[in-house]
């Protein structure tokens, strides 16, 4: 379960008088929405980037020193044979003498899709569709060398060698539903954030790839209407909650033998291989595994020839890995690095090849929350850490042989490196504070800026003219009396102490996750401060960037801690001179939607009213890895399974409460909500339910937003 993102910025509060509904839709319009920069794909040497101009007709080149441009790759207007005047997506190999373009990308989940591919010869100025194959493309990746391109179509991995303009099939089992080569199924996609598992080896003779074979994984099913007579199903495997998971192998292929070997990696049936690697050395493949449990990490070393695995590091937790981790892994030519929390909290760590502890590289009270980039030409890598506040982040570089950490960002306030180019030559930083929104600089590695690319200066001076509430940020105590959260405040437009308001607490409250930070983020719950409502967020124990104890105590028994700590801060609130202790609400979105119901179950009447949107009801529904992840499975973990499901608490609710959710939803269930208002039906708990017609998790597109706001507001204001 990926956190929900659904930040749009404000509109103008020119007069208390102004209805919400015109301010809604200038934050749902994105009247207030930061600009950003178009994405900068490094070149292989780190001193050049790639982009597509404005019309996406042309892919160009540009010095990162200067911003100036250089040359252009490929261009719709001028390249030979070309059939399209636009394209939706680029790729450039390394040596630049190819690019592959896309046009006509069809979603499959949250990050993969598949699209019709197109080739470009830079040097003969020539296109040509990658593959007469009429099934679409996915995941193509070039060979160091560039001289060749591996893809999945329908499952199956195929290749292309430019030079010999030849196209040849390397897996044939592929079959939707059972078997897939290369590419990842929904589970991989959404919790391990990783929609390939295809490698080239450096010196390009080699292919590694995982397989997968889903067919042991039960198919869930939901009703598709989409304004027809006769409405259809739409069908998919996933894994739920202790049921059984797909099987995964690593294999590799050998492009000038044509044979494929399966890899002596130990894995139990049940485990995960979340990412493959090749290091500098083709004969050693890194092959990162969990099992299932997901409290034990091991990194093996594989001779893609031989297929022997010799295991190079092994930890263990007591709670879990986090799988986010894997990807600070970064080889050097004798080294890697590696985020770990042994000592309480997360730092980097430097190893040998051989698997030896070499040292810890960062200490403190504090967590690294990102390994950046690594240069490993100096030995250089750069981190971002919440060293400072859990509520602010800094960008450092730390050499490995020498130490002496350096902090690379000058401003107080949340600071984010949105891309390094290769070998951490140069990298677009981000910088906002809760007052002050984005503005985007690039850098060369020492932290010299060299250039704005975008001050959001126009809409500081909207937000200025708008006079819209100050975010106050706030501490108090969790329900054990003693930890300290970190929480925010903002008063209704025109606040006058003297009067007792109504309450919304915003949260979403999931492992690892934070609401709570130094950093400019404006929403829909904007509009309820022009209603005379205060809005407030806490992040209870179980969030992130305070160490391993502090994330992680929600273990075994999701949705009890996150839920004592809403009540304890509602009840804060509402000792507080200007709140009125007796009209205090809760909203939350997908995990934050689950802690709504807890919460409403388990505070004795705290809450007057509550909005749930998409909500887990109980943790059986949820797919395998993320649950399993903080709650292991059912069979092993009964009472936390009851203690922790929403459904077993229906009887308990207090409060108005609506639910919604979209029908179509492929992450949560609407089965959630159904099965919940079974519960509520049986103890005859008066509810308000909503749902959207062939809508998923993010209930977007058409009038959907703005339709669901309008009701969520409207709720708030009728019962609170």
């Known amino acids: 379960m990926r956190k929900i993102f659904l930040t749009a910025l404000v509109a103008s509060f020119l007069l208390p008088a102004v209805m ?171 919790e391990f954030g990783t929609t390939r598992l295809m490698e080239f080896s450096p010196d390009n003779s080699l292919l590694a790839f995982v397989r997968t074979d889903e067919s042991a994984v039960k198919e869930f099913s939901f009703q598709t209407f989409q304004e027809q007579l006769y409405p259809g199903y739409y069908s998919f ?23 494929t070997r399966t890899l002596k990696v130990p894995l139990e049936g049940d485990g995960y291989i979340p990412r493959i690697a090749f290091t500098n050395d083709p004969a050693r493949l890194a092959v990162m595994t969990l099992n299932r449990d997901q409290n034990r990490f091991e990194l093996y070393f594989v001779n893609p020839r031989s297929t022997e695995a010799k295991l190079v590091l092994r930890e263990e937790n007591k709670y879990y890995v986090d799988a986010d981790w894997l990807n600070s892994i970064h080889f050097l030519n004798d080294q890697f690095t590696y985020i770990s929390e042994k000592d309480g909290f997360s730092h980097i760590y430097v190893y040998g090849l051989s698997g030896t502890l070499q040292k810890q590289l960062t200490t403190g009270s504090y967590d690294v929350t990102a390994l950046l980039a690594v240069d490993p030409q100096s030995k250089t890598v750069f981190y971002k850490a919440a060293d400072e506040s859990p509520l602010r982040r800094n960008i450092y570089r730390i050499n490995i042989d020498k130490g002496e950490p350096r902090k690379l960002s000058a401003q107080p306030g949340f600071n984010s490196a949105v891309s390094f180019s290769a070998q951490g030559r140069f990298y677009v930083q981000r910088h906002s504070d809760a007052n002050t929104p984005p503005v985007i600089t690039l850098h060369d590695n020492n932290g010299r800026q060299l250039r704005v690319l975008e001050d959001n200066g126009a809409l500081q001076a909207t937000v200025a003219a708008a006079r819209f509430p100050k975010r106050e940020f706030i501490t108090l105590p969790a329900a054990d009396g003693v930890t300290q959260l970190h929480g925010w405040v903002l008063k209704p437009v025109n606040f006058n102490p003297a009067k007792k308001y109504p309450v919304v607490m915003v949260q979403y409250s999931g492992p690892n996750s934070q609401e709570v930070q130094d950093k400019f983020e404006i929403d829909w719950y904007h509009a309820l401060t022009g209603k005379d409502i205060v809005v407030a967020c806490v992040d209870g124990r179980g969030t992130g960037a305070r160490g391993e104890e502090f994330r992680k105590c929600t273990y075994m028994k999701l949705g009890m801690t996150e839920s004592d700590d809403q009540i304890a801060a509602a009840r804060y609130l509402g000792s507080l001179p200007y709140v009125d202790a007796n009209r205090i609400g809760i909203w939350g979105w997908s995990y934050g939607g689950y802690n709504v119901l807890m919460s409403m179950s388990r505070g004795n009447g705290i809450f007057k009213a509550g909005v749930a949107i998409a909500p887990v009801t109980d943790w059986r529904f949820y797919d395998t890895v993320y649950t399993e992840r903080f709650m292991r499975t059912p069979q092993q973990n009964n009472d936390g399974y009851n203690n922790g499901s929403a459904i077993t608490l229906a009887g308990q609710l207090q409060g108005k409460l609506l639910l919604i959710h979209g029908m179509a939803d492929d992450n949560v269930h609407f089965q959630n909500s159904v099965e919940y208002t079974r519960a509520l039906i049986r103890a005859n708990k008066q509810f308000d339910l909503f749902f959207f017609p062939d809508k998923n998790h993010f209930i977007s597109g058409g009038n959907a937003k703005r339709y669901l706001y309008d009701k969520v507001i409207a709720y708030f204001q009728e019962y609170l």
């Open 20 to 190: 919400y509904g015109d301010t809604l839709g200038d934050i749902l319009d994105g009247k207030y929405v930061p600009r950003g920069v178009k994405s900068m794909v490094s070149s292989a040497d780190g001193m050049h980037y790639y982009q597509a101009d404005p019309a996406q007709t042309a892919v160009i080149k540009y010095a990162y020193a200067t911003g100036e441009a250089v040359d252009t790759l490929f261009s719709t207007r001028t390249a030979r044979n070309c059939s399209f005047s636009s394209f939706e997506g680029f790729q450039v190999s390394d040596d630049e003498n190819r690019v592959l373009v896309y046009r006509d990308r069809e979603q499959i989940y949250r990050r993969s899709f598949r699209a019709d591919y197109y080739y470009h010869d830079v040097r003969r100025n020539m296109v040509r569709k990658l593959t007469d194959h009429p099934s679409k493309q996915m995941i193509p990746t070039f060979s160091p060398d560039g001289k060749m391109v591996a893809y999945v179509i329908d499952n199956d991995i195929w290749l292309t060698k430019f030079d010999f303009d030849t196209e040849s099939q390397v897996t044939r089992d592929g079959a939707q539903d059972s078997i897939i080569n290369g590419a990842t199924d929904w589970v991989y996609e959404e």
């Open 237 to 259: 495997k996933y894994p739920k909650a202790g049921e059984a998971n797909a099987k995964v192998e690593c294999r590799v292929f050998d492009i000038a033998a044509r044979t």
